[in-house]
């Protein structure tokens, strides 16, 4: 029987290779995503800028793992997105090693790896080079940690939990949230009138030891000078706990938006068999309440704090809700004697994960995700629909003969998109210009031109400015949006104009 399950769970991880691997740049690199590849390839060829993500209030551990993989992977965008894909490997893991821990349930811990896989959330950060994925990953195994503290009460579970509590808050803020949660898995004290003191402040003093860990790992960043600007960046994002008596205004409108992403990325069936689980009459209570606090609060506290939002805050926050949606899906197998009825009900609960999933892999530029995503990763300017193709033309020019090429834009998509790929070929030079001057015609740019074959690359402005000496090379939509395209253009030297 041991080698049915076994088998289950190889299956289960086949099954994410093959969904995190096919296609895998199918979709077209994201402006934060060239941020990310560039600050890696700088930091891995010049150790004085190793920190260099703290000079936008970034924490830099993802960019240090992507260092590494740029070693390994000739293509830059290749590279970041197989951090995503590794770390989404540790959080197919954890999710197991947690289901398990939790409910001691064969069944359900293959669920929820399956639900894992299957999942739009976990799979459309899983295939991008952003911070979430590690981010998700890490906040599972602290919480799968968590979990053994609470019942072992060890010493050297609480050292690994806070060495992972700090690999956490050195890749991103919220990772703070995982040592904020742990007096919540008090929930699962085995406590008995004898012992219930001792236990108690045993967990206590296990739980201090385990933040004051996770405070030495996080005072690494101590080190670089630019330490400060992770605070300035934070208040982007969050509002500060002074203006707490002030937020009551943006709650209402910030959860209508955190529950349409949680909706659409869980899909409703298996978001509400998370939040439904609690209701079964069955053992484990304990452990569901467990996971259902440590997903509401911090969601909570998103939506009174948050003051910019994206999908991608809440994604390491709900993956745990899996492992309750498979504790319901394991109720209703048991319960509904496999009938053709909960074979039925079973197939509806998993059609719409299927459904936005065959999409994300196999066609994202039309997956159905949530508006704000699709804006900002495949219809709108952030989104890097035709930089591949502009990649290639300047790539096979740039072969036989010196060029210069000028974008729109000194940080982000232009010019990072074509640093990550060109930034260390000697006949092609770079140049980001911000903010554009309309008249007169840049005098530099024109220079470059009669000197050499010179581009500019248009993104963010959708109307060329009228008398500018260019020559329209190639247009390309972003995604299915027809108003937004990136343009390449080759300047018209004077003397060719005559």
Request: proline share 5%; aromatic share 16%.
């Amino acid at each position: 029987m041991n080698r049915v399950w076994v088998a289950l769970s190889g299956g289960a991880f086949l099954l994410y290779l093959i969904t995190r691997l096919t296609n895998l740049t199918g979709l077209p690199i994201f402006t934060d995503e060239a941020i990310y590849i560039r600050w890696s390839q700088i930091g891995g060829n010049d150790p004085n800028w190793r920190f260099m993500s703290l000079i936008d209030g970034k924490q830099p551990l993802f960019t240090w793992i992507l260092m590494a993989f740029l070693r390994i992977f000739e293509d830059p965008l290749v590279a970041g997105r197989m951090v995503s894909v590794t770390s989404g490997m540790a959080a197919f893991v954890g999710m197991g090693f947690l289901a398990w821990e939790l409910f001691h349930s064969k069944r359900i811990t293959v669920l929820s790896l399956f639900l894992y896989v299957l999942s739009p959330f976990s799979l459309m950060y899983d295939r991008m080079a952003l911070y979430d994925s590690l981010s998700a990953a890490i906040a599972l195994w602290c919480i799968y940690l968590g979990v053994r503290l609470v019942r072992n009460l060890k010493l050297d579970i609480a050292l690994i939990l806070g060495l992972t509590l700090g690999l956490g808050m050195i890749n991103k803020t919220s990772g703070f949230l995982s040592l904020y949660m742990l007096p919540a898995m008090s929930l699962l004290l085995d406590i008995k009138k004898s012992d219930a003191k001792q236990k108690i402040i045993r967990f206590g003093y296990l739980v201090i030891v385990a933040g004051v860990m996770s405070q030495l790992v996080y005072g690494i960043l101590r080190l670089s000078p630019f330490f400060y600007m992770i605070a300035q960046k934070d208040t982007v994002f969050v509002h500060s706990i002074g203006e707490f008596p002030y937020l009551l205004k943006y709650l209402k409108g910030n959860l209508t938006g955190l529950f349409d992403w949680i909706i659409h990325y869980l899909t409703i069936p298996i978001f509400l068999a998370a939040v439904g689980s609690v209701l079964i009459p069955k053992k484990n209570f304990l452990e569901r309440l467990l996971i259902l606090i440590w997903w509401f609060f911090p969601f909570f506290a998103l939506g009174y704090f948050g003051k910019v939002l994206y999908p991608r805050f809440i994604l390491f926050m709900s993956l745990p809700l899996l492992t309750l949606a498979a504790y319901s899906i394991d109720w209703i197998m048991t319960y509904g004697k496999r009938s053709i009825r909960s074979i039925v009900l079973l197939f509806i609960m998993i059609f719409p994960c299927l459904y936005v999933s065959f999409y994300i892999v196999t066609n994202p530029i039309y997956a159905p995700i949530p508006y704000s995503d699709r804006g900002q990763i495949i219809d709108d300017w952030p989104a890097g629909g035709g930089i591949g193709e502009v990649n290639r033309i300047l790539g096979e020019m740039a072969t036989h003969e010196k060029i210069s090429v000028y974008t729109e834009g000194t940080f982000g998509l232009l010019p990072y998109a074509i640093e990550i790929y060109y930034w260390n070929n000697p006949n092609m030079k770079i140049k980001g210009i911000w903010p554009l001057v309309v008249d007169p015609f840049s005098a530099e740019i024109l220079k470059s031109s009669m000197e050499q074959p010179t581009f500019v690359i248009f993104n963010q402005t959708q109307i060329v400015p009228r008398g500018w000496p260019l020559q329209l090379m190639g247009e390309y939509q972003k995604g299915t949006n027809k108003d937004v395209k990136l343009r390449l253009f080759k300047v018209v030297p004077p003397v060719a104009s005559k």
